[in-house]
């Protein structure tokens, strides 16, 4: 190759340029999976490609920031930098993020590889490529990033089986599984923009700022190693999302039904963060609703579908909902995870005084009439000795697989249930949301592995709550109560050592 190419005409030579067109097979026959889904495609030259890194510039770059992760890890690990946590309480998140987001990054790993092979034009499928890569570097470094945490607290051991397995990481699971039995397109659409463009400032910004505040240096290093990787994410999610609206008017619909069901789906999911960033994090950060507010209402909704209006899309079905819930959603989760956390690889305690009032500030219209009174009585069980934990099991919606635990729109005190009948049965989901959803698709979604149902059919290690906690991987230490866990006494141990030798 010429040493005279600008840099321009080096990626498109080593990119686009290695395409060919089959002469002896059909495209169809090469390409078979992107036309059921009725997406019309005239040109995929039109592709603006969102990576303008060559595979060999792409692996340099990650080095260098793989370099300098490792140092940090490194440093950290020698310098017994887990006593400089904020509390042992914090490593729940990090639990909660290696068991539900690490398994998500392989996932995409391995589904982008798979749309690598199957689009039909080569800018996509190198978009495609990259990102998996992206994502199969992101499962290394965030395994890598958290590993020495095992060695010192519970509930970090098997989450990879815990994934498969335990009932609040079915929400997780379910959503990518949903995705990738998808097309191609909606693929594109549920991860690349719904999540990773929507969605994903709430997951990563709050993850790692809060990292940042309760001295986890490790994991806010990996949080700045994959910032570029996730804007490149983001990018390629509204290159997708232009591309199909501009290739034919007939997309538009397809784009925005799609674009309704996984801001919903990605929505639900990320529940499980609004109560961590309200509820896990000893050092506060943001509130939930602060957070949905500024990278969700302002960036979002009065930005990008502002101009998204020009395609004739509009801001997605049931977001009205959500806004209303963002008073409420994070306490209804963590209030439901407090009393299920025997059967979870994390554990819960009840707020602190100081940490309850900080609540109250946040949520001045809800959070002392709604939930501050729940906490109030659950502390004055705990310190009666009565430390309760449901012995039930929680019904699970059928589409996004939380508990029913989230309340009619507008009225925080009304269990919300919706119910359908389907060939005889009868199913059950959380929200006007989810309702919509099964709905369109019920063949689908009947076929939900359901952690409750599986339990009562016996296909869980066995009947009693034991034999279910040790089918899951769960050891002594992994649940319950935080006051005196066994990461609590360490964490205690470990403190009263360093008093000593000081």
């Not at 080593?14 to 992107?34: C, H, N, S």
């Not at 804007?231 to 799609?258: C, Y």
């Amino acid at each position: 190759m010429s040493k005279k190419l600008s840099m321009q005409q080096r990626y498109s030579a080593l990119t686009r340029g290695l395409d060919w067109t089959p002469t002896y097979v059909d495209a169809e026959q090469v390409y078979p999976y992107t036309r059921f889904e009725g997406i019309k495609v005239h040109d995929w030259s039109k592709w603006d490609d969102p990576f303008r890194l060559t595979v060999d510039s792409y692996f340099k770059y990650q080095a260098e920031k793989d370099k300098r992760l490792y140092a940090v890890i490194d440093g950290f690990v020698q310098g017994q930098g887990h006593l400089s946590l904020s509390d042992a309480k914090y490593v729940n998140a990090m639990k909660l993020f290696l068991q539900g987001v690490t398994p998500l990054e392989y996932a995409a790993h391995r589904h982008f590889a798979y749309l690598a092979r199957y689009y039909d034009g080569p800018g996509p499928r190198f978009a495609a490529l990259c990102q998996s890569i992206d994502e199969l570097r992101h499962t290394q470094t965030e395994v890598h990033t958290l590993s020495s945490y095992n060695k010192m607290f519970g509930g970090m051991h098997s989450w990879p089986q815990q994934f498969d397995r335990v009932w609040y990481l079915s929400v997780p699971k379910s959503f990518f599984e949903d995705a990738m039995s998808a097309g191609p397109f909606e693929f594109l659409i549920a991860i690349s923009f719904s999540f990773e463009y929507l969605l994903t400032n709430l997951l990563f910004v709050p993850f790692m700022s809060g990292a940042s505040f309760n001295g986890d240096v490790p994991t806010m290093t990996f949080g700045f190693s994959a910032q570029s990787d996730e804007s490149r994410h983001m990018t390629l999610g509204l290159e997708a999302i232009k591309f199909l609206l501009e290739q034919d008017e007939d997309n538009v619909p397809l784009v925005q039904a799609w674009i309704d069901k996984w801001f919903w789906r990605g929505y639900r999911l990320v529940s499980l963060i609004a109560q961590m960033l309200d509820y896990m994090l000893p050092r506060k950060v943001m509130s939930w609703k602060e957070s949905f507010e500024l990278y969700f209402e302002e960036q979002m909704l009065g930005g990008l579908f502002a101009d998204l209006e020009f395609y004739g899309i509009r801001p997605p079905k049931h977001v009205d909902q959500a806004i209303g819930e963002k008073e409420i959603l994070s306490h209804q989760v963590a209030w439901t995870l407090y009393q299920f956390s025997h059967a979870a690889a994390f554990t819960t305690t009840v707020p602190d005084a100081e940490h309850l009032d900080w609540l109250s500030e946040q949520y001045p219209d809800t959070f002392d009439k709604y939930f501050r009174p729940l906490w109030d009585k659950a502390a004055r069980i705990q310190e009666g000795g009565g430390r309760y934990f449901s012995g039930g099991l929680p019904q699970l919606c059928q589409v996004c697989q939380v508990p029913m635990l989230f309340t009619e729109p507008g009225d925080p005190t009304t269990i919300a249930q919706r119910e359908n009948l389907y060939e005889g049965e009868r199913y059950h989901t959380c929200s006007d949301g989810c309702q919509w959803i099964f709905e369109r698709e019920p063949e689908k979604y009947v076929q939900a592995w359901l952690p409750v149902h599986q339990i009562l059919q016996g296909t869980c290690g066995g009947p009693t709550i034991p034999d279910v906690l040790a089918w899951y991987g769960l050891q002594d230490g992994d649940s319950g109560e935080y006051v005196g866990s066994l990461d609590q006494q360490d964490w205690q141990k470990w403190h009263a050592e360093i008093e000593v030798g000081s």
